[in-house]
């Protein structure tokens, strides 16, 4: 079966530096999501693409935060700088269409020292 | 606006017991819901979805949950817990429009003891 693919899987930064993920989704996929889910929390939505266009950043915390989708692909997500309150686990998800059910990768853990 | 109440943090329950585990929902619109379960270091993992069919959902490794309109609710079951039930269950609505991403509950952590 087909998966989100994301890396990578952990990362460690000290606060005020960048730092970057990167999620392919599932080929033929045209929604793409990024959600961040805190240590005991449900994954909160951080950003949701269709195709290469941003159809929801109102959770991103934009002056330190990015993601682009640049082909309507694979895509990134950027944080700079980091604060210590950014470690959480970062999920990417895709789906056929934005009403189909999401599919999640793995994560990406980030803990920042 | 759209949210979902996930009504135990924690649920213990012996191997072979049933499992309940409790989701009230709040939304304006006819609602999409859904249960993901997040196994440890993994990603989420559809279980099922509700989207105005049958009341009655059936997903999959024999869960299943009744939409309750009556009672804004939306409960996940299974007949007999096994060992690899353990895991971390989130209760999920969506408005259904297109565009319009999920919303998490808080999750319920699911213990099984043998």
């Known amino acids: 079966e087909a998966e989100v693919a994301q890396s990578p899987r952990y990362k460690i930064t000290e606060k005020s530096q960048a730092v970057a993920f990167w999620c392919d989704p599932i080929?033929?996929?045209?929604?793409l999501y990024w959600y961040r889910q805190i240590l005991g929390q449900g994954p909160e939505l951080l950003v949701q693409?269709?195709?290469?266009?941003?159809?929801?950043d109102s959770q991103l915390p934009k002056d330190r935060f990015s993601a682009e989708r640049l082909k309507g692909v694979d895509s990134t997500l950027k944080i700079q700088p980091a604060e210590l309150g950014d470690s959480a686990m970062y999920l990417c998800?895709?789906?056929?269409?934005?009403?189909?059910?999401?599919?999640f990768g793995n994560g990406t853990r980030l803990t920042v020292t | 606006a759209q949210s979902v109440t996930q009504l135990d943090s924690h649920v213990s329950v012996s191997e072979g017991t049933p499992v309940l585990l409790r989701c009230n929902y709040s939304?304006?619109?006819?609602?999409?819901l859904f249960w993901y379960v997040q196994h440890p270091n993994k990603g989420l993992q559809l279980l099922l979805k509700?989207?105005?069919?049958?009341?009655l959902v059936k997903g999959i490794n024999g869960f299943e949950a009744e939409f309750k309109k009556s009672e804004t609710s939306f409960h996940l079951t299974k007949p007999s817990a096994h060992m690899s039930d353990a895991a971390e269950y989130f209760c999920?609505?969506?408005?259904?429009?297109?565009?319009?991403?999920?919303?998490f509950g808080k999750g319920t952590t699911l213990s099984v003891s043998s």
């Open positions: 998800a895709s789906s056929l269409e934005a009403s189909s059910p999401l599919h």
């Open positions: 080929s033929g996929h045209a929604t």
């Open positions: 693409f269709q195709d290469e266009s941003v159809v929801d």
């Open positions: 939304s304006s619109y006819s609602p999409s």
């Open positions: 509700y989207t105005s069919a049958a009341t």
């Open positions: 999920v609505v969506s408005v259904g429009q297109a565009g319009t991403a999920l919303i």
